[in-house]
């Protein structure tokens, strides 16, 4: 099947500093890519849906100025946690769609701590 | 109202034994897609399965078969000859419209399934 990357696949970091999460479609185009999030043992939670070249459409609830998105190209896109605190602590998601089902690749993940 | 109900937070069942994991969806799409996806521990959804609103026959992939019941609005996953790496968490989720006319997918809370040696 298709392949999703993402990296960092782990990140520590400071709070209020600012931590950027690449999401990138590895052998195919994606125009658009779904940002998620989950917490422990929780289900997914859209975020944002990353459209290239234009603005993403976040979900109700998410902040777009804390988490910034940048889908500069057919293969990437980038989630930006600014100025993070402890409570942004958690398994970021990405994906893709492709496929004969449309259905979404996801990518690896990312596990943010921030302390 | 929930998109997708996955009513059993934990199973257990036997290796080598079949199991069936619950899904029931809402909606007024008469267009839909119905996936279901396996998170390891490691974190990444794999891509398991789909059904699509229109599919007369049940989809199967391997070990893995989806007991559609469109009237009574149930996906259910069976996973025959269980095994032990089938231990982890299994996601149902659902897409309204089918192909590129729908995007945003809705996510079930999750089954954790564990297999028992």
């Known amino acids: 099947g298709a392949v999703v990357s993402q990296h960092p696949s782990r990140v520590i970091c400071k709070s209020g500093t600012s931590v950027k999460i690449e999401c990138r479609s590895l052998?195919?185009?994606?125009?658009?890519m779904f940002w998620y999030r989950q917490f422990p043992k929780k289900s997914l939670m859209l975020m944002a849906t990353s459209n290239e070249g234009s603005k993403a459409t976040y979900e109700q609830g998410v902040e777009k100025d804390k988490f910034l998105i940048n889908h500069a190209s057919l293969t990437l896109s980038t989630l930006t946690v600014t100025s993070a605190h402890p409570e942004d602590s958690s398994f970021y998601i990405c994906?893709?769609?492709?496929?004969?089902?449309?259905?979404?690749?996801f990518g690896p993940g990312t596990r943010l701590t921030v302390l | 109202a929930q998109k997708i109900t996955q009513t059993q937070p934990g199973m257990f069942v036997q290796e080598k034994e079949a199991v069936t994991l619950d899904c029931t969806y809402d909606t007024s799409d008469p267009s839909y897609g119905l996936f279901w996806y396996k998170q390891p521990s490691s974190g990444e959804m794999i891509f398991l399965i789909y059904?699509?609103?229109?599919?007369?026959q049940n989809a199967t992939e391997g070990r893995y078969s989806l007991n559609f019941q469109k009237a009574r609005k149930s996906a259910n996953l069976v996973i025959s000859a269980s095994q032990l790496g089938d231990s982890a968490m299994y996601f149902c989720?659902?897409?309204?419209?089918?192909?590129?006319?729908?995007?945003?997918?809705?996510f079930g809370t999750g089954t954790s399934l564990t297999v028992i040696p």
């Open positions: 989720a659902m897409r309204e419209g089918l192909g590129n006319t729908g995007n945003q997918f809705y």
């Open positions: 052998d195919f185009q994606a125009t658009t």
């Open positions: 059904q699509g609103s229109y599919d007369q």
């Open positions: 994906s893709a769609k492709q496929g004969p089902y449309n259905e979404q690749f």
